[in-house]
């Protein structure tokens, strides 16, 4: 779904677009409705770099059933990527949202909709930290 605040409509399924239209109108979205450059920015490292980690780490996963500690680093800079993201959104959003005509339920559902994807890439970034302190020092981390 974030693609599409990245790449042109014209090249957007018609699902990708439904969807979004969707969460635009019901969440009154207008971080995705007219998306400024620096999420567009934010949006473009995701698909070049974001994406295809999420593949690699989850076949990485699939075939070792926990994470290869060669991948920690990425994996701490995927989350802490996509936990900085979404927090310039909440901060953009609770700024912004009475310029764009939101009351204050209508910006505590917008900030609703967005802190889940602050807290778990947040959470990974944590983890992987601790994952990459644990193996720098020696000690064995559980998956």
Known sequence: MDATLAVPRAWQLDIQKRLSD???AQNKDFLCAEPPLWLQFFVVFELVFQLPLF?????????????????HPYMLLYGFNASFTTLCCLVYVYFESAAHGLTTAETLNLL???????VIPAMM????????????????HTD
């Open 112 to 118: 609703g909709v967005y802190f889940p994807t602050f």
């Open 22 to 24: 969707f969460h635009v």
């Open 55 to 71: 593949v690699a780490a989850g076949a990485d996963y699939w075939k070792n059933k926990c994470y290869s500690p060669k991948l």
């Open 125 to 140: 970034t944590v983890d992987f930290a601790s994952r990459i302190n644990a193996n720098i020092s020696g000690k064995q």
